[in-house]
């Protein structure tokens, strides 16, 4: 495992209240609630600019929808 970093992020109250209810409900701390959701945007975010470089290629090759791509044309 890697060597965690603290970082400091200021938060609206109102999304800090959101997330100790979170945390609470669902027994997880709000440091992995952030560390998931981090991950999460992260993935989108490379996913969204991985989409981009490649749109031209695929559209070339004839892959026009996310159905084309991933075979869900019926």
Do not use: C, Q, W
């Amino acid at each position: 495992m890697s060597i965690s970093k603290l970082i400091n992020v200021r938060v609206p109250a109102t999304l800090e209240k959101e997330l100790k209810e979170l945390s609470r409900s669902e027994h997880i701390p709000i440091s992995e609630l952030v560390r998931d959701s981090l991950r999460e945007f992260l993935a989108v975010r490379k996913f969204r600019k991985l989409s981009k470089e490649v749109r031209g290629y695929a559209r070339k090759a004839g892959f026009v929808t996310d159905e084309d791509i991933l075979g869900l044309k019926t």
